[in-house]
């Protein structure tokens, strides 16, 4: 996507130098800086993942892909591989994403001579890259129809309330739940874009809308707790979300705050008001292997200090963090839920739009 007039994916590798690295954006210093980091190891991705210099679950994958790249720079053994694998799995459990691309590298890997290993796997990694860019343009294509096709029936601007960031800065590019808004600005649909904070990280406020602002998408930050009030007044006309893990039933695993949306969404029909509710979604996104997202989906469980310390520029233009909890307080920090199925109108995918009961449709192709 076009930063400054110039054109950057989330993540991409440089081998012009004595030894190939991994370039990434360090997404914690958005929106005040945009920075580029060099990886050199695997334990630098690692620690990139946990700490969500890069974060979305298409862009982990694609990270822990590199990871095991650069794992192969220390040693090309099976039994590191698959401790490498091991490790960058264990770096964020939520996202399956990360998963399937490293069991996909690690298959690829172990079946070949070790002396071609290193180049199979930049090669891999490469190509998981290219194929997230093209799942997400096909995302946004189908999501397309479905802002056309209200934006006829309604006959003007079209208001789309999303959560988290789920946009290029969360893919190798294009984006998930972005990815149709883009698709329809682009086409000349007059879109406007509600965007939560997406507290405790604020994902929403300074990813989501820095993200907007570059592509000049019209759009209005709102906390996190007034989503439903907008529902409820008809100020919303439907809700896309990305997602971190979708079960083979159609529950949507996402970023905390997703069901409550959800909820309202759901609820507002009471007022008159129908506002659907989509999850976009790769096909790597969806586990095929488990049905029930509340019980079966182990939900992350991160730092204290993300509810407790908060970053943003000061009067003087510096930025800073700033404490904003009693001392001492006792704090919990689950970082996603689950939105039921019968929540969910509809799931986006790269080969069309489906019910949450239709998904198995797709099943045949990736099981």
């Known amino acids: 996507m076009l930063v400054d007039n110039q054109h950057y994916r989330t993540i991409w590798p440089d081998a012009s130098g004595a030894a190939p690295f991994v370039n990434i954006i360090d997404q914690t210093l958005l929106p005040h800086e945009f920075k580029i980091e060099r990886i050199t190891s695997l334990g630098q991705m690692i620690l990139a993942i946990k700490t969500m210099q890069v974060r979305g679950a298409p862009l982990i994958g694609?990270?822990?892909?590199?990871?095991?790249?650069?794992?192969?720079?220390?040693?090309?053994?099976?039994?590191?591989?698959?401790k490498s694998a091991s490790q960058?799995?264990?770096?964020?459990?939520?996202?399956?994403?990360l998963k399937?691309?490293?069991?996909r590298m690690l298959t690829h890997l172990i079946a070949l001579p070790e002396a071609v290993r290193l180049q199979a796997a930049w090669d891999e990694a490469a190509l998981i890259c290219d194929e997230d860019v093209l799942l997400n343009q096909a995302i946004g294509a189908y999501g397309l129809q479905l802002i056309e096709r209200m934006q006829v029936e309604k006959s003007r601007t079209i208001n789309i309330l999303t959560h988290c960031n789920a946009g290029w800065l969360a893919t190798v590019d294009f984006g998930t739940a972005l990815a149709p808004i883009y698709a329809a600005h682009n086409a000349g649909i007059n879109v406007h874009i509600w965007v939560d904070e997406t507290r405790p990280r604020n994902?929403?406020?300074?990813?989501?809308?820095?993200?907007?602002?570059?592509?000049?998408?019209?759009?209005?930050?709102?906390s996190d707790n007034a989503g439903g009030h907008l529902m409820q007044q008809g100020q919303v006309d439907m809700v896309i979300v990305g997602?971190?893990?979708?079960?083979?039933?159609?529950?949507?695993?996402?970023?905390i705050g997703t069901y409550l949306k959800a909820l309202a969404a759901c609820d507002s029909a009471a007022f008159g008001h129908v506002v659907p509710f989509y999850a976009a979604v790769p096909s790597p996104t969806i586990d095929w292997h488990i049905s029930d997202g509340v019980n079966q989906i182990e939900i992350e469980e991160r730092h204290a200090d993300e509810l407790a310390w908060m970053s943003g520029r000061l009067a003087s233009g510096e930025v800073a963090r700033v404490n904003i909890l009693p001392q001492g307080a006792n704090v919990a920090n689950p970082a996603f839920d689950v939105t039921p199925a019968r929540l969910v109108t509809g799931i986006i995918t790269e080969q069309g739009v489906f019910a949450p009961d239709q998904l198995h449709i797709m099943q045949s192709t990736h099981s």
């Open 203 to 222: 994902q929403g406020a300074s990813l989501t809308a820095w993200e907007l602002a570059q592509h000049g998408v019209p759009y209005t930050i709102i």
């Open 243 to 255: 997602a971190d893990r979708v079960t083979s039933a159609g529950d949507v695993c996402n970023k």
């Open 88 to 97: 960058l799995v264990a770096s964020r459990p939520t996202a399956v994403n």
């Open 100 to 103: 399937w691309a490293v069991e």
């Open 62 to 82: 694609a990270a822990a892909a590199y990871g095991m790249a650069l794992a192969l720079l220390e040693a090309t053994d099976d039994d590191y591989l698959r």
